[in-house]
């Protein structure tokens, strides 16, 4: 794998890719998800029936508690600027992740939330739904200090979250064309993430559904024996 164009949030000749893991649901499981060796914790602080969703006090908590051993990351799903700051100067996660409907918030909005929040690295959510996505991508690429490129399900809010992988030759044009760090989500587990990074070749890779494991009577917490095995599948891949 060639080193991408130069971006302050690279680090010096880091060629391995990163991996981020979704979502995180207590200290205790984002500490032990952070030992395994992933980079980016994702929480999700919300209450509209998102995937492992939780409020806003804990995803600040599970933030405050990882400082040092990962990144935190928090997403959004919302339409309006409001309540997306709102989280953001409580939360206080490294990265924001905004999420929402492909297309409610355009490049412009998000170049106001920068404004807003300064000094807070937005990872913007590219729908990778066909070729569209690729000019979506370069469309918030002069704003976003990240792109994230996901699937999507309809009953879903928002774009991710659906389990299901997308076309990586889209994704692969993405990364080409564009000089910030790209992330591949959207189905990634450990059987398919080696595939995923030398088709796509993006700076880092998101897993969500298929590091989980199902809990009796619904909901679901990570799985560290299946997230140890996303990273190492990641990390070996060869590129």
Known sequence: MSLPVPHPLYDALVISP?????????VEEARAVAACGVDHLGVTPANCGLPGEIGVELAAEICRSVAGAAKSVALSVETDLDPIEEMARVVRPDILHLCGPAGALGPAHV????????????MQAIAVTGPEAVEAALSYEPVADYLILDSVDPAIAGVGASGEVHDWAVSATIVEAVDVPVILAGGLSPENV???LTSVQPWAVDSLTHTNRQLPGGGFCKDLDLVEHF????RGASL
Request: hydrophobic share 55%.
């Open 18 to 26: 990163r991996v981020q893991i979704y979502t995180m649901q207590s």
């Open 111 to 122: 170049a106001e939330l920068r404004s807003r929040l300064p000094g807070v690295p937005i």
């Open 194 to 196: 080696a595939a995923a």
């Open 231 to 234: 990273v190492a599948a990641a």
